[in-house]
């Protein structure tokens, strides 16, 4: 079955890069992603079910401006990063390079927005305050089990929810703009050629699937009451 | 290590001397290549020395048990016992058997059997290693650090309201440490399966088709599906477990409006299918293993292959068997019970047809054999200790007993754990270019095989009998305390079979009888045509299949062919 | 099995769970001394040359539906084992079972409490309906005997409780566990169900609604004994000496010293009665010496917490 020709020593590993390959791993990776929030849409929806008034009352608590505004500059951006990918095929570098920084600033908009909106929710003291405090009495009422001001069980369960959802979606947002500048670094440089514009494509697919869980935390958050 | 270099260098360009740099650079040649087999390897080395630590804590775990409290007998007090456990489960689970054969011998072998140059990415191959490696320093830190004492399944609202004992003084949250660590673990696997499964489909060699490909393959392949789809699930899970650990929200707390049973099914959805990811490479191991040592195909190799795909499937509706005392309604109850027993059938399938394969073989009997067969053998016990957790009303009565904890261990250590051991076992000259010690490898399978019945069957007793599991002590009656000494007693023989074992691994590393045979076992499948130990890229020029990978017909052809050419 | 048959369900649950250990045990034994003389008729030695045998379609057929028939009976005794477990007669005396972090508590219609040193007495031949509600974490009510186990949740008020039914055919003493890892003293969360022969246990009621309604014992409210056992300090404290969970109560005194840790300071202080009040509502202001801070606050009425004192100061 085999002979025994002998290579010669090879010492690293050849260039092997399989475009077909890549996009399939990617797509997998992206079903886990899909599968990772869909374990807080699961307890998300069962909660819901649970306190439903609670929930609509404390989901007007929340700024359908804000939640709005998010939300368009999002699909903007989804919009840009298709056109870079799009220019990048074309072999147009620069317009490449403008549609990437376009997404990129976007996304940075969407975070200085939300960094807006929980340093809001932050000075009502709604959340972010450690277990240990408000077992000793030092947190804020509202979230202290047996003090009279405390929220509702379904509100506290709400806002738990809202941060840490909007937080792991904001870890994603995070880790998109930092891939998408190693990727516009690369373009510029010309380390990324439009033979292998299949990473920068894989760049956007993450945008896009970002995008779509956002499209998803707006109405569950923003939209139910 | 040099040395060793040196006297494996028969076949000059083999994976083992690719350094040629200072001593102070050779752990990093290792740590930093993305070379499948040092991988494979790496993991190898950790896992293995993670089974012997925790091998060594079941042992304390079992001596406390040996007498009843009431006659005195203190070993450990019970405020550590819980942190012992649960050390001895997290290690044990998500540092050895889950990652299990599918890391150490799938990342040695895939790509061999395939007739690959190496996985598809094997960047991120080495990123998942170091997430592995990271994961469990972060486990086993933060336990010695803060015992916790959850148990592995880390059921709310115990987890959430335990006060973790700080050993030095300083408060330390153990149990949302572990939570982290295997958050951390849980994207290892994830992205060795999403590896696998774009290896599998991309990187097969000319000829081989999908039922073509050797039988390990296929259970990793169904392995890595249930990595990727399951593990993120646990993985969320257990965050937010740990982030009701430091902030004052309720997910899974009912004094904050939360609900544990929503945690129990979130978490068996994945943990349920996950005893498949620890079970299935294994036995693709013993579907290698068996047509070598019988020289003759094995039997029904479609109904092998699609019997792991319909595990891995079915494996996913059947989480809610772990749940049924926990009053679920009656109609959940029947369904997770009939959907349970559907297990039964692509397990019995593997069974009838490995035994079928020995019928008219023509058998060298060799250690790894002995291991598969006893595999074969306890997996039969472990799965049909199963129909009785499987049956509504026998589970009730044995649910979080001793019974369990035996039914478990027959599946997972004289199961998956054994089929590993046979594996590695079998791909030992492989691996290393040596020969491990027959005889001292005999021996430790009699001390292990009598020591392991010896300290389970006691268990299943008592589980009959109703003595619950995670008991510090018991009630001082003759069975129970009979029961515990001869458990404890078999616990010494199991443990001693599974040091000499490790022992007779690690001399075979350093001092083994050197090797440079192709194909010692003379198998017909892709991996044993390589060199020994294999070259850098695997084989010396494409490779191409032209048969079925268990046709030995046709390979004792082939042999003649190219002795007939050889003389020529 | 050894175990005693105790209760209406367990006949039919050891006959399900023979049925299971006679296929299993067929099974396992023939596939194993096919496997062994296999190995011995077809070695190397023997059989030189292999047959062979690539499959047979009528075989994986055959064992495809041999384990299709076997489990479909598994499933199907061990359903209309189950269904009946959770059919409650109506005529059932309904005894409400509390648990908490490490002790039982069995509430009877009369209003009566009996707690984890007294266990659960019951009539022989009636049916008795166990609703199950945890103070704290999940705990599990198992009793062998009867065969019947369920995990006691902590479920927010008014909600619907998990829920347990026997019916003992034994008059004895049998176990009650606490199945589900619950920290610390789990091995220590048992207790006893007493199962009495009904005229025996129908005097005993009586006694016991007799001595509720007359006004000076005040329904074993002030019993210190009875309350140590109630709310759940039984679960951690010996009152022999022996050290558990928490420190023994054994030889408690006024005036006597003892070594406490306030505010993570160590300091020697004087028992007296503000003293131990404090440990029984905050009882983690002053710790003794070398235990962990875990007791939860007692919800106690004046006359409660004095009666318990008393008590304590009597061991």
């Known amino acids: 079955m085999s002979s025994q020709t002998t290579s010669g020593a090879v010492t690293e590993h050849s260039e092997h890069y399989d475009e077909v390959g890549t996009r399939l791993g990617f797509w997998l990776f992206l079903f886990t992603e899909l599968f990772l929030f869909g374990a807080f849409f699961i307890v998300y929806l069962v909660y819901r079910t649970t306190y439903l008034p609670d929930f609509q009352t404390a989901s007007n608590q929340l700024s359908t401006v804000i939640g709005t505004t998010n939300t368009i500059i999002l699909l903007f951006s989804s919009l840009t990063v298709v056109l870079a990918i799009h220019y990048m095929r074309k072999g147009i570098k620069k317009m490449a390079l403008t549609f990437l920084s376009i997404t990129i600033l976007c996304g940075l908009a969407f975070l200085v927005i939300k960094s807006f909106e929980w340093g809001g929710k932050f000075d009502h003291n709604l959340f972010l305050q450690l277990r240990g405090n408000i077992e000793q009495g030092l947190g804020s009422p509202l979230l202290t089990p047996g003090s009279s001001e405390m929220l509702p069980m379904g509100q506290v369960l709400f806002f738990g929810l809202y941060f840490i959802m909007t937080g792991t979606h904001a870890l994603h947002i995070i880790i998109g703009l930092i891939w998408m500048s190693v990727l516009w670094v690369w373009i510029y440089q010309g380390k990324l050629k439009t033979d292998r514009a299949g990473i920068l494509e894989n760049g956007g697919l993450y945008w896009h699937l970002v995008d779509l869980i956002w499209i998803y935390l707006f109405p569950l958050f923003y939209l139910i009451a | ?14 994976f083992f001397n690719q350094h040629t740099g200072k001593w102070t650079t050779f752990p990093m040649s290792w740590l930093t290549s993305t070379d499948h087999k040092r991988i494979g390897l790496m993991y190898g080395y950790s896992m293995f020395f993670f089974f012997g630590l925790a091998a060594l804590i079941g042992l304390i775990i079992k001596l406390q048990k040996m007498y009843p409290a009431s006659s005195g007998w203190e070993i450990i007090p019970p405020s550590l016992y819980g942190s012992f456990f649960t050390l001895h489960g997290v290690i044990m689970i998500f540092l050895f058997i889950l990652p299990g054969a599918s890391a150490v011998l799938g990342n040695f072998l895939l790509p061999l059997q395939l007739g690959a140059k190496d996985v598809a990415f094997p960047r991120v191959n080495l990123l998942s290693f170091w997430l592995y490696l990271g994961g469990a320093i972060l486990a086993v830190v933060g336990i010695l650090l803060g015992a916790a004492d959850t148990g592995w399944t880390f059921t709310p609202p115990y987890s959430v ?67 990727v789809l399951a593990t993120p699930v646990v993985g969320i899970t257990l965050l937010m477990l740990a982030i009701e650990r430091v902030m004052p929200v309720g997910f899974f707390d009912p004094a904050k409006g939360g609900d544990p049973i929503l945690y129990q099914h979130l978490f068996w959805i994945y943990s349920h299918p996950a005893v498949y990811i620890m079970i299935l490479p294994t036995m693709g191991l013993v579907s290698e293993i068996l047509p070598t040592y019988c020289q003759r195909p094995i039997f029904g190799y479609k109904s092998i292959a699609l019997s792991s795909c319909a595990l891995a499937i079915f494996g996913y509706f059947i989480w809610a068997h772990h749940m049924f005392t926990t009053g679920m309604s009656d109609f959940a109850n029947a369904v997770f019970s009939l959907l349970t027993f559907l297990v039964a059938i692509p397990t019995a399938i593997k069974v009838f047809n490995w035994s079928a394969t020995l019928y008219k073989a023509s058998i060298s009997f060799q250690p790894a054999l002995l291991f598969a067969i006893a595999y074969v053998f306890n997996f039969m016990i472990g799965g049909l200790t199963g129909m009785f957790l499987g049956s509504l009303s026998t589970s009730i009565h044995l649910h979080d007993t001793e019974f369990i904890v035996a039914h478990f261990h027959y599946t997972m250590f004289g199961g998956a754990a054994f089929g590993l051991i046979a594996g590695t076992l079998h791909y030992f000259p492989k691996m290393f270019g040596r020969i491990y010690s027959k005889g001292s490898a005999y021996a430790a399978f009699v001390l292990m095989f009598v020591g392991f019945h010896a300290t389970y069957v006691p268990m299943f007793i008592m589980g009959m009998n109703g003595l619950p599991r995670r008991y510090h002590t018991y009630p001082d009656i003759p069975l129970f305390s009979n029961m515990q000494f001869a458990s404890t007693i078999g616990s010494w023989i199991l443990v001693s079979g599974i040091m000499l074992l490790l022992f007779t691994l690690v001399r075979g590393i350093l001092k083994g009888e050197v090797t440079t045979e192709r194909n010692p076992w003379n198998s017909s499948t892709l991996e044993w045509q390589t060199a020994t130990p294999p070259t850098l890229f695997n084989f010396e020029q494409d490779m191409e299949v032209t048969r079925d990978p268990y046709d030995y017909p046709a390979f004792r052809l082939e042999q003649k062919k190219s002795k007939a050419g050889g003389k020529k | 099995m050894w175990l005693l048959e105790a209760s209406t369900f367990a006949k039919d649950i050891d006959n399900t769970f023979l049925f299971i250990v006679a296929v299993s045990a067929f099974f396992l034994i023939a596939i194993t001394v096919f496997m062994i003389s296999c190995i011995f008729l077809y070695s190397k030695k023997r059989n030189a040359t292999p047959t062979d045998v690539h499959g047979n379609t009528t075989l994986e057929i055959v064992w495809i539906i041999i384990p299709v028939v076997l489990t479909s009976f598994m499933f199907y005794y061990g359903w209309i084992d189950y269904i009946k477990t959770r059919q409650v007669p109506d005529n059932a005396m309904e005894i409400k079972v509390d648990a908490g972090m490490w002790w039982w508590k069995f509430t009877y219609p009369n209003g009566l409490e009996q707690g984890s040193d007294q266990g659960l007495t019951v009539p022989v031949n009636s049916p008795i309906y166990l609703p199950l509600h945890s103070v704290d974490v999940v705990h599990s009510f198992s009793i062998p005997a009867f065969r019947i186990k369920m995990d006691v949740m902590p479920k927010p008020e008014g909600a619907k409780l998990n829920y347990s039914w026997f019916e003992a055919t034994k008059v004895g003493d049998f176990d009650i566990y606490c199945a589900e890892y619950c920290g610390i003293n789990h091995a220590q969360m048992i207790t006893k169900v007493h199962v009495l022969p009904k005229a025996e246990f129908e005097k005993w009621y009586q006694q016991a609604t007799n001595d509720l309604s007359s006004a000076n014992t005040d329904g074993g409210k002030s019993n210190g004994k009875k309350l140590f056992a109630l709310k759940g300090c039984i679960g951690c404290h010996s009152t022999d000496g022996t050290k558990r969970v928490g420190p023994s109560l054994k030889g408690l005194s006024i005036g006597s010293n003892r070594k406490v840790v306030t505010a993570g300071k160590l300091r020697t202080i004087q028992i007296d009665q503000s003293y131990l009040e404090q440990s029984l509502t905050k009882p983690n202001i002053d710790l003794v010496e070398g235990f962990t801070p875990i007791m939860p606050p007692q919800q106690l009425t004046d006359q409660e917490r004095q009666a318990l004192i008393d008590y304590l100061l009597s061991l």
């Open chain 2, 1 to 14: 290590m040099s040395k060793k270099k040196a006297s494996q260098a028969t076949e000059s360009n083999n």
């Open chain 2, 161 to 227: 309201t335990t006060k973790t004992i700080s050993i030095f003084g300083f408060s330390f949250d153990s149990v949302s440490w572990m939570l982290v660590a295997a958050f951390i673990l849980g994207w290892g696997t994830i992205l060795t399966g999403i590896n696998f499964i774009v290896t599998i489909h991309r990187m097969r060699c000319k000829g081989m088709t999908l039922f073509r490909m050797p039988l390990f393959s296929w259970t990793l392949y169904a392995t890595s599906w249930i990595q």
